[in-house]
């Protein structure tokens, strides 16, 4: 299937932790993300396929990059812009998830660029879980709403 390039979808996990609301990011592979810790931490996202309702481009997204199917009850969060202009459609999902059993799907690319030689890189360096304060500082700025909105909502509903 062809896919819509300039919109993703994608889901941010969460569960209670002993310091209160805690979310699972995405340390993204490849060669562009390595030595980037701050302002990189991202919510597992990706690309819609033509035809693919948006919740279940979020769910394969999940599975393809964590190795994990979800299975609980997704919420929307809504749609935000990234930097480079690609729309993301975010929902929230309450869950669990061990950061060390992650398997994440690999992809090629051309590295360094020019170059002829084709590397493999796994889509997912590294997922860890956060308090939301935490996330919000080293996450990418562009995706912070949507871990603003999760944080909103949880405080809505009493949490």
Same mark, same amino acid.
């Not at 935000?80 to 459609?89: L, P, T």
């Given at each position: /299937? !062809?896919?819509?390039?300039?919109?993703?979808?994608?889901?941010? $996990?969460? @569960?209670?932790? %002993?310091?209160?609301?805690?979310?699972?990011?995405? +340390?993204?592979?490849?060669?562009?993300?390595?030595?980037?810790?701050?302002?990189?931490?991202?919510? *597992?996202?990706?690309?819609?396929?033509?035809?693919?309702?948006? $919740?279940?481009?979020?769910? @394969?997204? &999940?599975?393809?990059?964590?190795?994990? %199917? $979800?299975?609980?009850? #997704?919420?929307?969060?809504?749609?935000? @812009? +990234?930097?480079?202009?690609?729309?993301?459609?975010?929902? !929230? #999902? +309450?869950?669990? =998830?061990?950061?060390?059993?992650?398997?994440?799907?690999? &992809?090629? /690319?051309?590295?360094? *660029?020019?170059?002829?030689?084709?590397?493999?890189? *796994?889509?997912?360096?590294?997922?860890?879980? &956060?308090?939301?304060?935490?996330?919000?500082? #080293? /996450? =990418?700025?562009? +995706? @912070? *709403?949507?871990?603003?909105? $999760?944080?909103? /909502?949880?405080?809505?509903?009493?949490?």
């Amino acid at each position: /299937m !062809a896919t819509q390039t300039r919109l993703s979808a994608g889901i941010l $996990l969460y @569960r209670y932790g %002993r310091d209160g609301a805690e979310v699972l990011l995405i +340390q993204p592979g490849g060669p562009y993300w390595r030595r980037k810790t701050s302002g990189s931490w991202q919510v *597992p996202k990706g690309g819609v396929e033509a035809g693919e309702e948006l $919740l279940e481009a979020a769910l @394969r997204e &999940f599975e393809e990059e964590l190795g994990t %199917r $979800l299975t609980g009850t #997704c919420v929307p969060l809504g749609r935000i @812009r +990234q930097a480079g202009g690609k729309q993301v459609e975010g929902f !929230a #999902c +309450q869950g669990d =998830l061990d950061p060390a059993k992650v398997v994440s799907a690999v &992809f090629e /690319m051309e590295w360094p *660029p020019r170059s002829g030689r084709i590397a493999t890189y *796994p889509e997912v360096d590294e997922a860890r879980w &956060f308090t939301i304060p935490d996330a919000l500082e #080293c /996450m =990418l700025p562009s +995706q @912070r *709403p949507l871990v603003e909105r $999760l944080a909103e /909502m949880l405080d809505g509903a009493g949490h």
